[in-house]
């Protein structure tokens, strides 16, 4: 679960974390009263989406001489021109793609005064199963670009559970972005904070993007991108009254209320499928025999009729579906369940597409008869080779 840039700041400010204080707005008429609120002499305007890149970014309905997603001004009255510019426009980014995403909130900082832009993140390493520090003296773009074009410049290191995070892990972040004096023992307790709160609220990834040394000499975490862990939400529910579903991919949003694992994609083959290894093994064949998956969807172990249904008809409301693949290899799942529930979805939102169905496992002759006594124009597949080949030929004609 992602959360937005000014909720980030937030829940890090209120760890002990240096931010800038702003303001959030939500309506156009709000943006004067939320920049008068603050100091100045100098007020940044961000768009706030779920995507990096807002700087660099270009709105769909943009003027001529408009910048991109975040906006330096020198008033109060100019800081709420912006924002009232950007509020309700469609701003695409590297990471959006081409559709964009819409800005429903802005934010209004104090500016800062900036000498050096460094990167900071904390991440699950999944080789290590640690935590994990990456921190580089390039702050200000992409860390990928960073890596392919200047490795050297990343420092990567995880920490040992058994200690935590312990000051010679922020001395060794300190001395690799080059600080000095004071400022190593600011960086040293500054890691301390982040890590502090990185496990209380079972987050994924944090990542600080400048995080900042001032004319000052002071740190200042300018920027910040908060990720969760989706099921430890029972446990943080203060994190989870910060989600945003206008952010989210609708379908995805869907899938979630039946406990679907669904993740949309690019491709034309809507893919439905019991367990994730069969669903990742199911597009790989789909990509090797020539197309490209529009889905992955793992319909689960204990499934019932009606999450099949609403499964398929998730994937049959996706535009960019030019046909459909339904593996199962019935163990704890029934074969003749998932035959319901297609059927079911089929005769309630029809079928206007090419639909192959592999069936293997438990009940998988019940479920056959099912599907062959339905009446609907399905292709029947042998084995998951020969439903993949199917219904790419479908596809492609």
């Known amino acids: 679960m992602n959360i937005h840039e000014y909720q980030a700041k937030a829940l890090l400010r209120s760890y002990g974390a240096p931010v800038s204080d702003g303001r959030a707005v939500l309506r156009a008429e709000d943006a004067k009263n939320a920049a008068g609120e603050l100091d100045g002499p100098l007020w940044v305007v961000k768009a706030q989406i779920h995507a990096g890149g807002r700087g660099k970014g270009k709105f769909k309905e943009a003027e001529a001489g408009e910048k991109g997603g975040v906006r330096l001004t020198k ?26 995403k819409q800005v429903n909130r802005i934010y209004i900082e104090d500016g800062s005064d900036i000498e050096r832009e460094l990167y900071l993140a904390l991440l699950v390493d999944r080789q290590s199963s640690r935590i994990s520090f990456v921190c580089s003296t390039e702050g200000g ?10 490795p050297e410049k990343i420092l990567s290191f995880a920490v040992d559970p058994a200690t935590g995070y ?16 004071p400022q190593v023992k600011e960086c040293v307790k500054l890691m301390g904070i982040l890590y502090k709160a990185f496990v209380e609220k079972d987050m994924e990834m944090l990542e600080i993007n400048p995080l900042i040394v001032m004319t000052n000499g002071s740190l200042k975490v300018l920027d910040a991108k908060l990720s969760f862990d989706g099921n430890a939400m029972y446990r ?31 491709g034309e083959i809507g893919c439905m499928v019991n367990g994730a290894g069969l669903a990742m093994a199911t597009m790989d064949i789909i990509k090797l025999y020539g ?26 409301s996706d535009p960019n579906v030019k046909g459909i693949l339904v593996n199962i290899f019935g163990g704890i799942m029934r074969c003749d369940v998932i035959a319901e529930g297609v059927v079911a979805a089929v005769k309630e939102v029809g079928l206007k597409v090419p639909l192959v169905v592999r069936l293997e496992g438990t009940n998988v002759d019940k479920g056959k008869e099912i599907i062959n006594t339905s009446g609907l124009d399905v292709i029947a597949a042998d084995d998951l080779k020969d439903g993949a080949q199917k219904i790419v030929k479908a596809v492609k004609g």
């Open 75 to 100: 008033s109060v009255a100019e800081a709420a021109e912006e924002a009232k510019k950007m509020l309700g426009k469609t701003l695409v980014t590297h990471q959006t793609g081409p559709a964009g």
């Open 141 to 150: 773009m992409d860390i990928e670009e960073v890596a392919a074009s200047t």
């Open 166 to 181: 312990q000051p010679f892990h922020g001395r060794r972040i300190a001395f690799a972005l080059g600080l000095k004096g």
């Open 236 to 266: 943080q529910p203060e994190v989870s009254e910060l989600r945003d579903t206008t952010e989210e991919d609708p379908k995805e949003l869907e899938a979630s209320k039946y406990d679907l694992n669904y993740i949309a994609l690019d």
């Open 291 to 316: 197309a490209e998956p529009a889905n992955f969807l793992d319909v689960g172990g204990g499934a019932t009729k009606e999450k099949v249904t609403e499964a398929f008809k998730i994937i049959t």
